[in-house]
């Protein structure tokens, strides 16, 4: 519990400081490469964020600190089982789409936490909206097909910086509240 906790919280900060770092590289004058590290760097936050907090959520349930049903725990390992041709049970990998594993994952984790309005709220808000389109400009730079899908526009950038701040918005309170809560039963 202590290692998930520790992890969540390093990474949580090694990867804010480098957006931050890639923030101050941006220029209006630019639409290149510093405004490519900023949103990868981004998302790399995120990602990373939303690993670690399944991680965690994982390590207080086996802790007994959480409650979490059978189909809730096998998504956050994004792992599935089979029957192979034997007859014994396989485990198998199962990634989770970002988005709806996104939203899943911050929404467990607010259930454990006796947080449910507060991620309601900030589900729909308008910061996620501009999350969500944000994760297409992600898309659409990690994987360009051609040169013009890798300028980031003045907008997009904007719309990038917004969903980031929505993103520690949702996060933070949350990894606070469960920090608070670490060996509290789930209420």
Same mark, same amino acid.
């Given at each position: 519990?202590?290692?998930? =906790? ?14 931050? %770092? /890639? ?8 639409? /290149?490469?510093?405004? !490519? ?7 790399? *936050? ?10 965690? %959520? %994982? ?5 007994? #600190?959480?409650? #979490? ?9 994004? @792992? @599935?089982?089979?029957? $192979?041709?034997?007859? &014994? %049970? ?9 988005? +709806? ?14 947080? $449910?309005?507060?991620?309601? !709220? ?9 999350? &969500?389109?944000?994760?297409?400009? =992600?898309? !659409?730079? @990690?994987? +360009? &097909?051609?040169?013009?899908?890798? #300028?980031?526009?003045?907008?997009? !950038? ?11 918005? *949702?996060? *933070? ?9 670490? $060996? *509290? +039963?789930?209420?």
């Amino acid at each position: 519990m202590q290692e998930a =906790r520790s992890e969540l919280s390093a990474l949580y900060m090694g990867l804010k400081s480098d957006v931050e %770092i /890639g923030r101050k590289g941006l220029s209006d004058s630019s639409s /290149g490469f510093p405004d !490519r590290v900023y949103v990868k760097t981004v998302f790399s *936050l995120v990602e990373g964020v939303t690993f670690r907090v399944r991680q965690y %959520i %994982i390590s207080a349930a086996d802790a007994g #600190i959480y409650t #979490i049903g059978h189909p809730s725990l096998s998504f956050l390992s994004e @792992t @599935t089982y089979k029957i $192979n041709s034997q007859g &014994k %049970i396989k485990e198998k990998e199962e990634y989770l789409s970002f988005l +709806p594993g996104f939203k899943f994952t911050f929404k467990t984790f607010a259930a454990c936490l006796g947080m $449910n309005e507060f991620a309601e !709220r900030a589900f729909s808000d308008n910061g996620f909206n501009q999350f &969500k389109l944000s994760v297409d400009v =992600r898309n !659409r730079l @990690t994987h +360009p &097909k051609r040169t013009q899908e890798m #300028i980031v526009s003045r907008s997009e !950038r904007e719309m990038v910086q917004t969903a980031e701040q929505w993103f520690h918005s *949702l996060a *933070l309170p949350l990894i606070e509240a469960a920090f608070e809560r670490k $060996n *509290l +039963p789930n209420q």
